[in-house]
C-alpha cells in the first residue's frame, strides 16, 4: 500500500519508535512527534520529520503538529499514539495529582489525538488509528468510525523488551507516598519485585511487533486480505494472559448467572 502517512505520538522509544523506523523502511513518510525531539535524532537520520508535542495540549497545539505533517506528506493515513506512562503504586497512596497527570496523558491524550485525527481522515473517508491500552475508548471509535471507511485499533503488547520498566527512563514512576504498612501482604511488593526482575528480560521483541502492527494497519504482510481488527494483542504472554481472563469472566458470569438474570421486571 504506497503512500502511507504515519503521525506517531510518543515517538521517541518503545513501540512509537519501532513502528516508526518499519514505516520509514518500507518507504513511507513519518512524522515522530515527542515532548523531548531532542531523543528522536535517530528518527530523523531514518528520514522522519520531527515535531515536539505535548498530547496534554490544546486542540489547537496537537492540530498545528498533524498540519505540519499533512503539509509536509499530504493526508495522514495512520495515526498511532503510544504516549503514556506507568505510576507504580498502590492506588490509595497516589495523590490527586498524580492520578490526574496520569490520566490526562494515557487516557485524556489518546482521546485529544484521535478527535484531531479524526477532522483529517473523515474527509478522506479512510485511515487508521491506534492507541494502546485505552480498550473501551477504542471500541466505541470503531464502531462510529467504521462507517466512515476508519479503524480504530487498540494495540494490547504483553511485556516486549522497550524502555518503559526501566527505572529513572521517565516511562515508571513512583507515587510520592510509598507502600503502605497495611499492604505489605497484599503481594504489592512482590509484585513490585517481579517487574525489577522482568525489566531487560521481556520475551517480546519490538521489532517484530512493530512489523506486526504495520502489517495489520496497512494490511499487508500478515495482514493481507484481512480485515483490520478492533484488537491486536501481541505476545504469547499477552495471548494467554487475554485467555485465562476470557475463562475466569467466563465463570463468574456461570456463577452469578441466577442472580443477573433475576434482576428483571416480570413478565405479565
Given at each position: 500500500?504506497?503512500?502511507?502517512?504515519?503521525?506517531?505520538?510518543?515517538?521517541?522509544?518503545?513501540?512509537?519508535?519501532?513502528?516508526?523506523?518499519?514505516?520509514?523502511?518500507?518507504?513511507?513518510?513519518?512524522?515522530?512527534?515527542?515532548?523531548?525531539?531532542?531523543?528522536?535524532?535517530s528518527l530523523e537520520?531514518?528520514?522522519?520529520?520531527?515535531?515536539?508535542?505535548?498530547?496534554?495540549?490544546?486542540?489547537?497545539?496537537?492540530?498545528?503538529?498533524?498540519?505540519?505533517?499533512?503539509?509536509?506528506?499530504?493526508?495522514?493515513?495512520?495515526?498511532?499514539?503510544?504516549?503514556?506512562?506507568?505510576?507504580?503504586?498502590?492506588?490509595?497512596?497516589?495523590?490527586?495529582?498524580?492520578?490526574?497527570?496520569?490520566?490526562?496523558?494515557?487516557?485524556?491524550?489518546?482521546?485529544?489525538?484521535?478527535?484531531?485525527?479524526?477532522?483529517?481522515?473523515?474527509?478522506?473517508?479512510?485511515?487508521?488509528?491506534?492507541?494502546?491500552?485505552?480498550?473501551?475508548?477504542?471500541?466505541?471509535?470503531?464502531?462510529?468510525?467504521?462507517?466512515?471507511?476508519?479503524?480504530?485499533?487498540?494495540?494490547?503488547?504483553?511485556?516486549?523488551?522497550?524502555?518503559?520498566?526501566?527505572?529513572?527512563?521517565?516511562?515508571?514512576?513512583?507515587?510520592?507516598?510509598?507502600?503502605?504498612?497495611?499492604y505489605e501482604g497484599?503481594?504489592?511488593?512482590?509484585?513490585?519485585?517481579?517487574?525489577?526482575?522482568?525489566?531487560?528480560?521481556?520475551?517480546?521483541?519490538?521489532?517484530?511487533?512493530?512489523?506486526?502492527?504495520?502489517?495489520?494497519?496497512?494490511?499487508?504482510?500478515?495482514?493481507?486480505?484481512?480485515?483490520?481488527?478492533?484488537?491486536?494483542?501481541?505476545?504469547?504472554?499477552?495471548?494467554?494472559?487475554?485467555?485465562?481472563?476470557?475463562?475466569?469472566?467466563?465463570?463468574?458470569?456461570?456463577?452469578?448467572a441466577g442472580v443477573?438474570?433475576?434482576?428483571?421486571?416480570?413478565?405479565?
Amino acid at each position: 500500500m504506497p503512500g502511507n502517512v504515519w503521525f506517531i505520538a510518543g515517538a521517541s522509544s518503545g513501540f512509537g519508535r519501532a513502528i516508526a523506523l518499519e514505516a520509514l523502511a518500507r518507504g513511507d513518510r513519518v512524522a515522530a512527534a515527542s515532548r523531548d525531539p531532542s531523543r528522536m535524532t535517530s528518527l530523523e537520520d531514518a528520514g522522519a520529520m520531527t515535531l515536539e508535542l505535548d498530547v496534554t495540549g490544546s486542540d489547537a497545539v496537537i492540530a498545528d503538529a498533524m498540519q505540519k505533517a499533512v503539509d509536509a506528506y499530504g493526508p495522514i493515513t495512520h495515526c498511532v499514539n503510544s504516549a503514556g506512562y506507568l505510576l507504580e503504586g498502590v492506588i490509595e497512596a497516589a495523590s490527586q495529582e498524580e492520578v490526574r497527570r496520569i490520566m490526562e496523558t494515557n487516557v485524556l491524550g489518546t482521546i485529544n489525538v484521535a478527535r484531531c485525527a479524526l477532522r483529517i481522515m473523515r474527509p478522506q473517508r479512510s485511515g487508521s488509528t491506534t492507541k494502546w491500552a485505552v480498550s473501551g475508548f477504542t471500541e466505541s471509535l470503531h464502531r462510529e468510525c467504521r462507517p466512515l471507511g476508519i479503524a480504530a485499533v487498540v494495540i494490547e503488547p504483553g511485556y516486549f523488551r522497550t524502555e518503559v520498566l526501566n527505572e529513572g527512563g521517565g516511562h515508571r514512576l513512583l507515587t510520592r507516598e510509598q507502600l503502605l504498612p497495611e499492604y505489605e501482604g497484599a503481594g504489592l511488593a512482590a509484585q513490585k519485585a517481579a517487574i525489577a526482575r522482568m525489566d531487560g528480560s521481556q520475551p517480546g521483541d519490538v521489532g517484530k511487533g512493530a512489523r506486526a502492527v504495520v502489517d495489520v494497519l496497512t494490511r499487508s504482510g500478515a495482514g493481507l486480505g484481512r480485515e483490520i481488527p478492533v484488537r491486536l494483542v501481541l505476545g504469547r504472554d499477552a495471548v494467554r494472559g487475554v485467555g485465562d481472563k476470557l475463562r475466569a469472566t467466563e465463570a463468574l458470569l456461570r456463577e452469578w448467572a441466577g442472580v443477573s438474570v433475576g434482576t428483571d421486571r416480570d413478565s405479565r
